[in-house]
């Protein structure tokens, strides 16, 4: 197979080669995937440099989120669930390739009328954004919801799901084209944080100035975010792209019976298993009704595997919005 195989530590995305490599050998317990697309995450360039919480033992092969088909199922298994031939995505290291290896709860089938492209990116932001709103806030008919950084892969999925259970979205962004996207997939109001004014901007947008009733915060907004939250408002604490680890003023939570909700979506495997299918099923739900779709950043196309530098380049300069995604044409010319 090709793919980005690391033996030691780059200062970034430039430096990484794509070579030929042996095909992988699965455990017992995992598939073999042909991949057709994989989505550059910013996790990916950290770990790339060695500054990840997840670094495997050299020599490992970059990249997470794929999709593409499966090549052969796991050998111990009477009856997989993805038969070989199955289109699926997930998450699994060694995306950057022409094939890897996954277990079975690493995948999910791609949804029907869906391309490899669309589906590569759709693992980590999805379930992120929907066990945020959902199952930690609660969102209903009638919430007010500001989402920060709401062009960006986990933010448009927020945007989508919102929109879905009948919410108004007021979404932040720091481009004017990124502000363009946001209310392209739905977003009634956009603001951008650009502008210190940015909270009375949204308090002033809300009935009665009384403010929203939810915050999505990939940022790292949070202290802000509590001039314009109202009052038993929920803010949710979903990353810190910002990149500093904010404080908090605990008297304005108190003040104003404010909800701090943390999100750590990649736990659940770990600590509440039973929750995944079922926000995985709320997620197939809306994409049948037609009320989530994809969002493959499409002011670029990123194609080959050679194109994953660019893509990361891309993605770590905050030029992208959505998801970045870089095909990958397999050999007999599959249909992306």
Known sequence: ?????????????????????????????????????????????????????????FPWVSGAEFSGVVLATPANSKSPKFPVGSRVFGASQGAYATKVCAAEEQLL??????????????????????????????????????V??????????????????????????????????????????????R??????????????ARGVDIVYDPVGLVDKSTKCVAWNGRILVVGFAAGSIEKVAMNKVLLKNISLVGIHWGAYTKFERETIPVVWEGIRRLIEQGKFRG??????????????????????????????????????????
């Open 195 to 208: 502008d210190a004014s940015w909270p009375d901007q949204v308090r002033k947008l809300t009935p009665k």
């Open 1 to 57: 197979m090709r793919g980005i195989q690391l033996a030691q530590y780059v200062k970034g995305p430039q430096e990484l080669k794509v070579t030929e490599l042996p095909d992988p050998r699965p455990s017992p317990e995992q598939y073999l995937i042909e991949v057709h697309a994989a989505a550059a995450n910013f996790f990916d360039i950290l770990q790339i440099q060695g500054k990840y919480q997840n670094q495997p033992p």
């Open 109 to 146: 089938a791609v949804p029907r009328s869906w391309s490899f492209t669309d589906a590569a990116g759709l693992f980590v932001t999805a379930p992120t954004s929907y066990g945020a709103l959902v199952t930690r806030a609660g969102i209903k008919a009638g919430d007010w919801v500001l």
């Open 295 to 336: 969002t493959v950043f499409a002011d670029q196309e990123f194609v080959g595997l050679e194109a994953v530098p660019d893509a990361l380049i891309a993605l770590g300069g905050r030029e992208t919005w959505g998801k970045v995604v870089v095909k990958v044409p397999q050999s007999g010319g599959s249909r992306l």
């Open 148 to 193: 920060h950084a709401a062009a960006g892969g986990v933010g448009l999925a927020a945007v989508q799901i919102a929109k879905a259970f009948g919410a108004t979205v007021i979404a932040t962004a720091g481009t004017a084209r990124k502000l363009e996207v946001a209310r392209a997939f739905g977003a009634d109001h956009v603001i951008d944080y």
